[in-house]
């Protein structure tokens, strides 16, 4: 164990807490005569879709409260990970946006055709694709991570686990709040208004928006301007042009969002509650990949071998707009060349819940779509010295689905319960991309694809539908048997074309007539995933459970993958087969100290089968998405402790130990630029491999951990402050799937910290807001440079540069709120 393993034990052992949740998620305080102050309150979690204390779910779950939330400025997936020791989350430029990964388990980026192994909820409602990353999150009551295989109450897509967000809904009396802030580091300002209360007896309404704008950004761009020159195939490959890609503004990203929902609250009766919301995002950003850092060189001197700068690892990126004559005109291009990312969504929810008395009837129906385009550089390394090699792409993705879920739930008084339910979902996901590269173009071409060599059109529909059930058995007085499943069908029927538009590239990659490219399919996929659960419950401050959890996550088709000419079998490359998880999980939860102390430990160990891994094969030239099994193991430490001695402290820390490796991978692929010698040896007909059997999943760092605190005290009656921090420590790990030894990550501490002083009645807030307050750079995610490295498999190679999704450094927010 490091001295840095050594000081994270030792701080948690001093805090004497581990991270459960700093803060509160509804406030309670002890029964008693005269009010006690201080003491641990209750943590209320929906992890099996009725509300419990968190002591009282035989679930892994980490909560954040509404404080906390507040507290912490939480307002995007990337956020909840930095308060979450084994959550990872890094931000990509395209395929599906994002890399969630969640005790060692998590999906590659490089496929928007993969679902995240890490679902997401919302209200009740599963979003799992990945670029709900790009979404921002605000008036949250609660934030849940549930870890391990969840597919009993989440559904399919959670092999991982479930991050479940839950937005506040109307108050039974009128209240507002104008929240405004300012952020040094990206120079961003923002403004936040809630509206809340009663229409009526039976109606309640909520309004909440929240816009910010940044004008600056959190990355320096040091790019310079770079030449890319073309010749016509028209005209023979004549008529030489050279064009300029201009640098893109800095700093980035120089983000612009606007939020807003409305909530509609309906009790007709005493047992009958309707809940409406309807969601808007808009987010702009200068660049779709502003946080893709060149941290680590293939050739150990300078960045794609051409020692144009120094490998770093820094808040430094190297990225330049399109060519204005060739943006203004492209597809999904701007007049003036400039890169961008362009999210917008809408989402519609709607909860009802019939209390019968002794059954609920509660039924979810959402619709969500979102649309997603982007331009960019996409090699972000090329320079004058190799103009050939420069890529421009332009992309426009559309992603929409309906799902009606229903839950029959009992509350009998005798020994059996159950639950009862049904799903349907129906999605469809349209998928554009233009390439220009190699430094042609064609006049006799259709204008919009004067300079485009290639044009991929693609989309998927789908539909599920899954039966889900559960029976309860209290076998004894506080010992409950539990057991349930799921059985899931569902069905995807995809298109791909990918069309080589220009001559010189068509001659090469057609066949006869045929454009290289077409490709259906047509999968259909079922799956029954059981689970079993005891809990043991001797006393009311003691919990301890046992489960057998299984879980499925779709397989698919990789929209924006790429059909090579070199590629034996391109209908494999695009498609994918489902993943499963089974294992167990075993833990104890505990009140100590008479309500001042809460321990709890969690031992799991799960398998995965096919095991979905994206894979850019650069000699080929195409992604791949390939299956392997692999596991997860390890021991879950969180304790938190609020002295009645000290009211208003309330001390956490957690400690995490995970190993998750590859299980079995004998062919898996070599990374670029990887000898004999370093293992790419595995001779088959199909090629050369190494054996990945026992490396370490990406992204999969074996300890991590938190210490933290939360101080809030009177300093008159009219008067309050409040102090907070949070440390938050990860063991190196490999962002690369591959085992790629120039892409690891070390170990890290981030440390996170902030300052209020307010109206005891909370009428009104100034808080100062810190976070990555040491400005550790760190990656969560890696891609290879394009046209970089060499093939693999020989006596000597040349390793690809390594591109980082990089962290946030540090920034300071100064925040103002007042209630109303």
């Known amino acids: 164990m490091s001295f840095s393993k ?97 005790r060692g388990i998590g999906s590659s980026s490089t496929s928007i055709g ?45 092999t991982a686990g479930v991050i479940s967000l839950t937005t506040n809904d109307p108050t039974n009396e009128w209240e507002g709040s104008v929240k405004a802030g300012y952020e040094f580091k990206a120079e961003q300002y923002s403004l936040e208004g809630i509206l809340s209360g009663p229409v009526s007896d039976t109606v309640g309404i909520r309004f909440a928006a929240r816009y910010s704008k940044m004008d600056g950004g959190y990355y320096k761009n040091v790019s310079t301007p770079m030449n890319y020159t073309t010749v016509d195939v028209a005209q023979g490959f004549g008529d030489v042009e050279t064009l300029v890609s201009q640098p893109t503004e800095s700093p980035m990203s120089q983000q612009e969002e606007f939020l807003a929902r409305m909530t509609l609250k309906f009790e007709p009766t005493d047992n009958l509650t309707s809940t409406l919301k309807v969601t808007r995002d808009q987010n702009d950003t200068l660049n779709n990949s502003w946080n893709y850092v060149a941290y680590s060189c293939g050739n150990g001197t300078g ?86 090699g420069m890529i421009f792409a332009t992309e426009n993705s559309t992603w929409e689905a309906w799902s009606q879920e229903l839950r029959l739930t009992s509350n009998f008084d005798g020994m059996f319960n159950f639950m009862l339910g049904g799903l349907y979902q129906k999605t469809d996901r349209d998928f554009g991309q233009w390439g220009y590269y190699g430094g042609v173009r064609d ?36 010992l409950e048997l539990a057991g349930g499943a799921r059985y899931t069908d569902e069905k995807k029927d995809s298109y791909f074309a990918q069309e080589y538009v220009n001559p010189a590239y068509s001659a090469v990659y057609r066949s006869g007539t045929d454009p290289l490219g077409t490709i259906t399919a047509n999968q259909k996929f079922d799956n029954f995933s059981p689970e079993v659960t005891l809990t043991y419950k001797p006393t009311p401050d003691l ?39 089974r294992g167990f999980e075993a833990g104890i939860k505990s009140t100590l100290a008479d309500n001042q102390l809460r321990a709890n430990v969690t031992v799991f160990r799960y398998i995965v089968k096919d095991f979905q891994v994206d894979f850019f094969n650069s000699p080929v030239f195409a992604f791949n998405t390939l299956t392997a099994d692999a596991k997860t193991q390890g021991v879950e ?28 991978f004998p062919e898996g692929p070599c990374y670029s630029g990887q ?146």
């Open 114 to 158: 993969i679902e995240q192994s890490v679902a997401i909820v919302v209200d009740g409602a599963y979003y799992g694709q990945g670029r709900v990353i790009e979404e921002g999150f605000f008036d949250l009551g609660r934030v849940e991570v549930l870890k391990g295989p969840q597919a009993l109450f989440f559904g399919k897509n959670a």
């Open 303 to 388: 960045f794609s071998q051409l020692t144009v700068y120094p490998c770093k690892k820094d808040f430094v990126t190297h990225q330049n707009n399109l060519p204005v004559e060739l943006s203004s005109i492209s597809p999904y291009g701007r007049d003036d060349g400039s890169t961008y990312n362009r999210y917008r969504s809408w989402a519609i929810n709607n909860n009802l819940e019939y209390d019968f008395g002794s059954m609920v009837l509660a039924s979810v129906t959402n619709w969500q779509r979102n649309n997603n385009s982007w331009a960019c550089a996409c090699n972000f390394q090329t320079t004058d010295t190799n103009p050939g």
């Open 6 to 102: 050594h000081s994270l034990l030792a701080a948690s052992c001093l805090a004497g807490a581990a991270f459960a949740n700093p803060a509160i998620a509804q406030d309670t305080a002890p029964a008693s005569e005269e009010v006690r102050q201080g003491g641990l309150d209750e943590i209320v979690v929906t992890a099996r879709k009725r509300e419990e204390s968190v002591q009282d779910v035989p679930v892994a779950v980490t909560a954040l409260s509404e404080k906390v939330i507040e507290t912490r400025d939480i307002t995007s997936i990337e956020k909840i990970a930095a308060a979450t020791p084994n959550l990872n989350v890094g931000r990509a430029s395209n395929g599906s946006a994002a890399q969630i990964t969640l």
């Open 675 to 820: 000898t004999q010698a370093e293992g790419c040896n595995v001779v088959t007909p199909n090629g050369i491999f190494q054996n990945l059997t026992g490396k370490s999943l990406s992204v999969a760092p074996k300890w991590t951990g938190v210490v933290g605190f939360v101080y809030e005290t009177d300093l008159s009656d009219s008067m309050m402050i409040g102090l907070n921090a949070n440390a938050r420590y990860s063991d190196d790990y490999n962002p690369s799937g591959f085992a790629n030894p120039i892409a690891v990550q070390d170990s890290y501490w981030s440390i996170d910290a902030g300052a209020k002083i307010g109206a005891a009645d909370g009428n009104w807030e100034l808080a100062v807001i810190g976070k990555n307050l040491t400005n550790q750079f760190y990656v969560t995610g890696v891609v290879d440079g394009p046209s970089s490295g060499t093939a693999s498999g020989g006596v000597t190679g040349v390793k690809a540069d390594q591109l980082g999704f990089g962290s946030l450094p540090r920034t300071v927010k100064v925040q103002l709120t007042k209630r109303f």
């Open 543 to 581: 919990l301890l459970y046992g489960a057998y959890k299984t879980a499925y996550k779709s397989g698919g088709f990789s929209n924006g993958g790429i059909n090579s000419a070199l590629s034996a079998d391109p209908y494999s490359d695009l498609t994918f087969n489902p993943e499963k998880a």
């Open 637 to 664: 430490l969180e304790l938190e402790y609020a002295p009645y001695s000290v009211p208003g402290l309330n001390v956490t820390a957690a400690l995490n130990y995970n190993d998750a490796t590859y299980d079995k």
């Open 443 to 478: 006049s006799a071409a259709r204008p919009d694809l004067l300079y485009a060599a290639s044009e991929k059109i693609s989309w998927t529909k789908g539909e599920t539908i899954a039966i889900f059930g559960q029976v309860r058995i209290n076998l004894m007085e506080n």
